[in-house]
Structures are given as structure tokens and as C-alpha cells.
């Protein structure tokens, strides 16, 4: 069965920069869409970021284009979510989600994210 393993979170100042890892098992696994998700304490989990492949595109939220940077490397079976100039609002479990070549849907557990001075 497929797995997904965020790592990266952690505690960071405003301004700060974090980058993210999600780590999908068995490495045989194929993953069409790779995304991010993240969910604040009393808020609906909400879309990040995503990167797809076979045409090869990227999509962020309006609230983190400019800021964070999603990227893949097949090779490795791993996607990574660089964040850069972290603001509190950006405190929240950010979740790894894939859609697999023949259709799977798989989520990670999540990695906490907390920005705070």
C-alpha cells in the first residue's frame, strides 16, 4: 500500500524560511499530482500548492505565489514545498496529498508549521 511521509516542520521566527519534504513509499509508487494542503487550528484545510506531471505545471494559492516554491524529483519519489518570508498566518499542519498514474487518492499526516515571534 501506498504511504506518505511529510518532515521539515518546525518552530520558526517571521521572515524565516522552512522547506518541507514528502516522501511517498513503496519507491515503485507513481504519483500523476503531488500538492500541498495546510489546515489552521478552527479553519478548513485549504489548498497550497501542486505540481503535476505529462504536461508538466505548476499551481499555488494566491496567498503564498511569490513566497513558496513546490517542486518534484521523480527519481527520488519525493516533493518539496520551499516557504520562504513565513508570516504567522502561515502557521498551520500542512499535509502532503497525491493523485497516483492510475488513479489513487493518498494523503500524508502532516508536518506542523508554527511562525511566531
Known amino acids: 500500500q501506498v504511504q506518505l511521509m511529510e518532515s521539515g516542520g518546525g518552530l520558526v521566527q517571521p521572515g524565516a524560511s522552512l522547506t518541507l519534504s514528502c516522501a511517498a513509499s513503496?519507491?515503485?509508487?507513481?504519483?500523476?499530482?503531488m500538492s500541498w494542503y495546510r489546515q489552521a487550528p478552527g479553519k478548513e484545510r485549504e489548498f497550497v500548492a501542486a505540481?503535476?506531471?505529462?504536461?508538466?505545471?505548476?499551481n499555488y494559492a494566491a496567498s503564498v505565489k511569490g513566497r513558496f516554491t513546490i517542486s518534484r524529483d521523480n527519481a527520488k519519489n519525493t516533493v518539496d514545498l520551499q516557504m520562504n518570508s513565513l508570516e504567522p498566518e502561515d502557521t498551520a499542519v500542512y499535509y502532503c496529498?497525491?493523485?497516483?498514474?492510475?488513479?489513487?487518492?493518498?494523503w500524508g499526516q502532516g508536518t506542523q508549521v508554527t511562525v511566531s515571534s
Open positions: 513503496p519507491v515503485t509508487f507513481s504519483s500523476y499530482i
Open positions: 496529498h497525491s493523485i497516483g498514474s492510475k488513479g489513487g487518492v493518498y
Open positions: 505540481i503535476r506531471d505529462k504536461p508538466a505545471s505548476t
